[in-house]
């Protein structure tokens, strides 16, 4: 999920298995399943190189030979659909896809970086400038940094704006900017080139160690609750060997040198395994502010 999920990228470069004949070496065959909403579309050539370093590594590293096959999904019914079809074995998604699959799993997969797997979004605006509240943002430029991290934040964006006119409308009253790095998003408000930015609070507090002078011109406006983005999961009805060695793997990714620079590349230090009640607090924020709690689908019964 711009940092990509670790796990994505594992499940992304497992898919390489299958064009590469001296790594096959097993009939079993795992179908993964991915949303295109947890792939970073601005950095696929960086993302496939690194799928390679992790086919020639730790694949033969772990002794992983099995066939992978990988689908990519455009939307939320094709994913349904493959999922209630067994389709697929494992599928990385975002945690409001979760709830539109009426999926509740036990246990979810879950990348790591520095300070944890929540994800929290402010709004910064300088100290010395023109909004001192949400409602000033009206005719205003936003800067919003672009990555897949950001996958909620027009959500909550749209939800403090909403209180400011009492509708779903608010969004448009604000003129946005996209950046694909949240650096340029907060050095625009630094230099008065706009006059708020959308970004990560863990970009704002790297970006303030690296340059300390920010944290006294720019100041956190609102901040969003901690939420998980996106995530990883295995059907709950696949058992076996290949899913004990896959998830070994999977956890153990940061004990690898191959993985080890997958995670470096991705930003994240290695991937946790988590209840699947940490999606909670997420999913009551998807369902306040998105006005909807799914239910599981027919003849479905939570996992």
Same mark, same amino acid.
């Given at each position: 999920m711009r940092t990509l999920m670790a796990f994505l990228l594992v499940m992304y470069a497992a898919g390489w298995s299958h064009a590469e004949p001296e790594l096959v070496r097993s009939d079993q065959v795992v179908r993964l399943g991915i949303s295109s909403r947890t792939f970073p579309a601005t950095n696929r050539n960086d993302a496939l190189a690194a799928?390679?370093?992790?086919?020639?590594?730790?694949?033969?590293?772990? =002794? *992983?030979?099995?066939?992978?096959?990988?689908? +990519?999904? !455009?939307?939320?019914?094709? @994913? #349904?659909?493959?999922y209630e079809q067994g389709r697929?074995?494992?599928?990385?998604?975002?945690?409001?896809?979760?709830?539109?699959?009426?999926v509740r799993p036990d246990y979810v997969y879950i990348p790591n970086q520095d300070h944890g797997f929540h994800v929290r979004y402010v709004l910064l605006v300088r100290r010395d400038g023109a909004v001192?509240?949400?409602?000033?943002?009206?005719?205003?430029?936003?800067?919003?940094?672009d990555?897949?991290?950001?996958?909620?934040?027009?959500?909550?964006?749209?939800?403090?704006?909403?209180?400011?006119?009492?509708?779903?409308?608010?969004?448009?009253?604000v003129d946005q900017a996209r950046v694909a790095k949240p650096s340029k998003a907060i050095l625009r408000v630094f230099f008065q080139q706009a006059q708020a930015a959308l970004v990560t609070l863990?970009?704002? =507090? *790297?970006?303030?160690?690296?340059?300390?002078? +920010?944290? !006294?011109?720019?100041?956190? @406006? #609102?901040?969003?609750?901690?939420?998980?983005?996106?995530?990883?999961?295995?059907?709950?009805?696949?058992?076996?060997?290949?899913?004990e060695r896959l998830e070994e793997a999977v956890l153990n990714l940061h004990a690898t040198p191959g993985g080890q620079q997958v995670l470096t590349v991705f930003q994240s230090s290695r991937m946790e395994k988590q209840p699947g009640s940490v999606l909670d607090s997420t999913r009551s924020f998807l369902e306040r502010y998105l006005g909807f709690a799914p239910d599981p689908p027919p003849g479905e019964e939570p996992s």
């Open positions: 799928m390679r370093v992790w086919v020639d590594t730790v694949i033969k590293e772990r =002794e *992983l030979r099995e066939s992978v096959e990988v689908a +990519l999904y !455009d939307s939320v019914e094709e @994913l #349904r659909s493959a697929v074995d494992a599928v990385s998604l975002t945690t409001e896809e979760i709830m539109l699959l009426g001192a509240d949400v409602a000033d943002l009206t005719g205003h430029e936003l800067v919003v940094a990555h897949q991290r950001m996958v909620f934040a027009g959500f909550w964006l749209e939800s403090l704006l909403a209180d400011v006119d009492g509708n779903r409308t608010g969004r448009r009253l863990e970009a704002f =507090e *790297l970006a303030c160690e690296l340059n300390p002078q +920010l944290r !006294d011109e720019l100041k956190v @406006l #609102r901040e969003s609750p901690p939420l998980v983005t996106a995530l990883f999961l295995f059907r709950p009805d696949w058992h076996g060997v290949t899913r």
